[in-house]
């Protein structure tokens, strides 16, 4: 069985209308930038990189950077070079920036995903840094086509919308099935959506909506409840060992 622990590595503000299609542009939220150290199973497995140490743009970091990420791992006793397995579930900017301190572990990323981020489209560009890629390039990086199984109990999906390339992970937990669905979901607001005419409501950067609201049903389908489907940026995770079980 597997437990998912959020390592808050930083904090990043940003307009509303980020996470949510269509809303506020003028109002700031602050929400938090985790790693995913996953436990449980026979190698050190850790999701995403974190972001760096600065702003970019019109938002604001606070933490981050390879300190950030260094002591966010030693939250659960880890260091960067004992990390055997690293997935990226995409590689925009704040998933991705400290991934060259990972240099023993093996590095899965679709591989839809590596070639939008070499060649983004113009209004995708700002979220691609090629600078924060570059180190990928020596390491030991898999490209993965669609779902794939890395050990037993514990597999990649393909979860387009958020990006052509984006992955999420289910694993077998005690409680059952959980998917961690990175930012396929940035908050719960994304999953229970506050308004009547859908049941689901998008963040504002997605590239293929009918692709989104599918891997939402996928994740869905493949998790054994709704409470175990966890978005990437929620701010309630924080400190939290997954999924929390009564009893």
């Avoid at 992955?167 to 719960?188: C, F, I, N, P």
């Avoid at 049903?217 to 978005?231: G, N």
């Amino acid at each position: 069985m597997y437990t998912l622990i959020p390592l808050k590595q930083a904090e990043i503000t940003a307009p509303i209308g980020l996470g949510m299609l269509m809303g506020d542009m003028t109002q700031l939220v602050t929400a938090p930038v985790y790693v995913w150290c996953v436990e449980g199973g026979r190698r050190k497995i850790l999701v995403d990189a974190g972001v760096e140490a600065k702003g970019r743009g019109d938002l604001e970091v606070r933490g981050g950077g390879e300190e950030g990420l260094k002591k966010a791992l030693e939250r659960v006793g880890l260091s960067p070079g004992e990390v055997e397995v690293l997935v990226l579930t995409h590689l925009h900017f704040d998933h991705v920036a400290c991934a060259g301190l990972f240099e023993n572990a093996r590095i899965y990323v679709q591989k839809e995903e590596w070639e939008t981020a070499l060649s983004p489209l113009p209004p995708l560009r700002p979220f691609y840094d090629q600078r924060l890629l570059e180190p990928l390039e020596g390491m030991d990086l898999v490209l993965v086509e669609g779902d794939q199984e890395l050990e037993e109990g514990l597999e990649l999906l393909h979860l387009p919308g958020h990006t052509e390339g984006m992955q999420g992970l289910a694993l077998r937990t005690k409680a059952g099935k959980a998917v961690l669905a990175s930012d396929l979901l940035y908050t719960y607001l994304n999953l229970h959506s506050p308004f009547p005419h859908t049941p689901f409501y998008p963040p504002a950067l997605i590239v293929d909506l009918r692709d989104w609201f599918r891997s939402v049903h996928k994740a869905l389908r493949v998790a054994s409840r709704r409470e175990l489907v966890y978005p990437g940026h929620e701010p309630s995770l924080e400190g939290k060992r997954l999924p929390e079980v009564e009893g």
